[in-house]
């Protein structure tokens, strides 16, 4: 199965990545036993430690999102044109052809 590249994660950041689904995952547990323990249980305590857990399951998966983005932010290096002048590279581009520079007769 090929995934496209846009979307991989750089294998030197996936434990961070795995850390960050871990605590999602732990975030939404909290989030379900608090809420059913409110819901069904009357205890106001678990109403607000669900609503804790869910603030903090938000703040981890936008720290996830931060850190994913931020592999992908840096700037690709700029192409090496090979010791040329960009004058002289375009006009052999647009296919003219090549002539010696004047020179100065003294």
């Not at 603030?55 to 983005?69: D, K, P």
């Not at 590279?89 to 100065?104: F, I, K, N």
Request: hydrophobic share 45%; proline share 10%; charged share 10%.
């Amino acid at each position: 199965m090929a995934s496209t590249p846009s979307r991989e994660v750089p294998v030197k950041g996936y434990s961070v990545h795995l850390l960050f689904h871990a605590l999602a995952l732990i975030c939404g547990a909290a989030v379900g036993i608090g809420g059913a323990l409110w819901w069904s249980g009357g205890i106001p305590v678990a109403g607000w430690a669900a609503g804790a857990a869910l603030l903090l399951g938000v703040a981890v998966l936008v720290l996830q999102w931060h850190q994913l983005t931020a592999g992908r932010s840096q700037p690709a290096p700029p192409p090496n044109r090979g010791g040329t002048r960009p004058e002289f590279a375009a006009s052999t581009a647009r296919g003219l052809p090549e002539v010696d520079p004047p020179t100065r007769r003294g």
